[in-house]
């Protein structure tokens, strides 16, 4: 038996609707010259996490619930004493997304995550690196509505990497606000 899986909406509207807007847009030949996503990765720093290794078991569990895959814990790779931080205690977790549930996220994250931050005016639109990928930093996990707000024992921040496979900033701005991404005026 087969199971028949149905395309994520982002998925199917970069298809159908952004792909022929930016061939026109930026005079493209071929589709393939469109800027894709190739994976977004979610990383949680969590300091404390190497005195204490349930926060760390705790982000986990709330990255998990948010992202719907298993993380895997990040280790310290060298020791710095002003810190605490001994080489390979764990200091984190991160996921990597990609395809369905890469596009689902990027759903979530614009329409429903985004738009429930505090005093949220946009996101700023410089914040592409050389290589043409995206960065975004949420200060707490809480604005997911997947995360219980009274389970939450300590505020964790997380930095949503969005990877493109392409390196043309504009291309990719233009990319991103086609899948309404909340950018500042």
């Given amino acids: 038996m087969k199971l028949i899986m149905k395309k994520p909406r982002l998925e199917q509207q970069y298809n159908n609707e952004i792909i022929p807007k930016m061939m026109e847009r930026f005079g493209l030949k071929n589709k393939f010259q ?22 760390i078991e705790e982000g986990m569990r709330h990255l998990a619930q948010i992202t ?9 790779r060298k020791s710095i004493s002003n810190f605490k931080v001994r080489k390979g ?3 984190g977790c991160m996921v990597t997304l990609r395809r369905a549930r890469m596009y689902e996220f990027l ?19 410089n914040s592409f690196d050389s290589e043409g990928n995206f960065t975004i930093g949420i200060r707490e996990q ?13 505020i964790i921040g997380m ?3 969005i990877v493109i496979d392409s390196k043309d900033k504009e291309m990719n701005y233009e990319l991103l606000k086609m899948f309404n991404m909340p950018f500042k005026k």
Avoid at 40 to 52: H, K, L, P, S
Avoid at 108 to 121: H, S, T
């Fill in 107 to 125: 759903d979530r994250l614009i329409n429903v995550a985004l738009p429930r931050i505090k005093d949220f005016r946009g996101i700023n639109p």
């Fill in 89 to 91: 205690r764990p200091v």
């Fill in 68 to 76: 719907g895959q298993k993380p895997v814990v990040t280790r310290a």
């Fill in 142 to 154: 809480t604005v997911f509505p997947e995360i219980d707000y009274d389970e939450v024992n300590k």
């Fill in 34 to 55: 469109v800027p894709k996503l190739k994976k977004i990765v979610v990383n949680m720093g969590i300091g404390e996490g190497a005195q204490d290794f349930k926060v």
């Fill in 159 to 161: 930095n949503i990497t």
